[in-house]
Every structure is written in C-alpha cells, then in structure tokens.
C-alpha cells in the first residue's frame, strides 16, 4: 500500500510539473516554441510603441484615431478579422491614417491546443481582410490574451511571421483599468525604452482606456520618449 501511495505521488507531482511547464509556454511573453517573438526591444533610445488591441468597433476606432492624430504619433492596431469584416470602412480610416494593422486572429479564440487548419484559417482570412483595407506594410501577429502553443508558433515559424507581445499592459490590473489617471501612472513608471505597450480601447466598456491615450502619450513625450510603429522598433532591435 505505502509503495501505491508513493507512486501515486509521483505521478501526480510529475503530472503538476507538465501542467506547470505548458502554462508557462502558453502564457509566456517572452518566449514561444517556434519562430520569433518580440515583447520589447532592446535599444537605448527612448522609442516607444503603442499599440491597440481589437476591433475595429464604432465606439472607439475614431476616438482613437482622433488622439493620436492631435498629438501627431503612429500606432500599431491589431485588429480581429471578424470585427473587420463588421466594420471595414473603420479599418480602412486606420490604414489611410498611415497607421500600421497587425493580425489578431479572425475570432479572437485562444490558440491553445487547435489544429494547424484553424490557426491557418484564423490568420489568413484576417491577412485578406487587412489587406483589404489598403494597408500596404507588414502584419505583424499578435495572439489573443498572448496565448499561444504548438500548432500557432509552428504555423508562424514555417510562414516567417514575427510573434509581438508587450512588456506594459496596464489594463491588466483592474484597479487600475477602472481610471484613466491610474492608467496613465501604472504605464508611465513602467515604460522603458524600447516598451511595447499595450491598450485595449476599442469597446464601449473601455471610455477609461481612451480617455488615457492622450494624457499618456503626453506624460510619455514630456520624459523625453518619441512614439513609433511596432515596424519600426524593429528597426531599432537591428540596428543595436
């Protein structure tokens, strides 16, 4: 009996360290099995990129684009197939704004455990419809909630597609997603250069988020950053 209960045990600490070993590459910013990530890069210029995720959707694709042409910075937006499709004309004032549009999956589903054919599926129609939009750069990936395992970064790696996540993510922490103010603090003292951030304002449920944009971007001016895409960060990273 007293061997039963040790293998016992040992199968089930076993079995807690894979779980624990595949949420970490699930879940992990910095890292995925296949291909190249980027969560921040590595440069001693203060160079920012902001970024947004989802939509586009009526409440905020225009208010986000209304702030950041008055304060006269490029932004990254990755955009979900199924909304693009909903709302073209919202993506097509993002691309003619000279904003860069990243691929956010078409039905913004976890892509954790899904067959190469849906991962397929999920980019390539939302590539179509980006390109729809008259947007001409590269699209860039990003995973919904940055999840990702097997079948997605194998797909990204066999296709040369560059996985971008974020190191600032203040809507993250719900006290402080619930006022702009505080949202505008957490992001401003965790921004270093070479920071990706990422906002999710797209929503009616996110008025707090957009009310955000403008302040931050002008506290974030104001410490001497200057705002560019997500492609030309890049740069940054090859050329250090």
Request: no cysteine; glycine share 8%.
């Amino acid at each position: 009996m007293r061997r039963w209960i040790t293998a016992v045990g040992v199968v089930l600490l076993v079995a807690v360290a894979v779980s624990s070993g595949l949420w970490w590459v699930t879940n992990a910013r910095g890292f995925q099995l296949f291909g190249d990530l980027v969560d921040r890069v590595d440069t001693a210029d203060k160079v920012v990129a902001l970024t947004f995720d989802d939509g586009p959707a009526p409440a905020g694709t225009q208010p986000l684009l209304d702030v950041v042409a008055s304060r006269r910075v490029p932004a990254t937006f990755y955009l979900i197939g199924s909304d693009l499709r909903r709302n073209p004309e919202l993506g097509a004032r993002i691309a003619a704004a000279g904003h860069e549009i990243g691929n956010h999956t078409y039905s913004h589903r976890r892509m954790v455990f899904v067959s190469g054919d849906v991962v397929a599926s999920e980019i390539e129609r939302t590539d179509e419809l980006i390109r729809r939009t008259g947007y001409r750069g590269d699209i860039t990936f990003r995973p919904p909630n940055g999840k990702k395992f097997y079948a997605l970064p194998h797909y990204l790696g066999a296709h040369h597609r560059l996985t971008v996540t974020w190191d600032v993510e203040p809507n993250s922490d719900p006290e402080t997603d619930a006022h702009a103010s505080a949202i505008v603090e957490w992001a401003a003292t965790r921004v270093r250069p070479g920071s990706i951030i990422l906002l999710h304002g797209m929503y009616p449920s996110r008025e707090q988020t957009r009310l955000a944009v403008g302040p931050l971007i002008d506290r974030l001016h104001a410490d001497g950053y200057r705002f560019v895409t997500v492609s030309d960060l890049l740069g940054h990273r090859a050329a250090g």
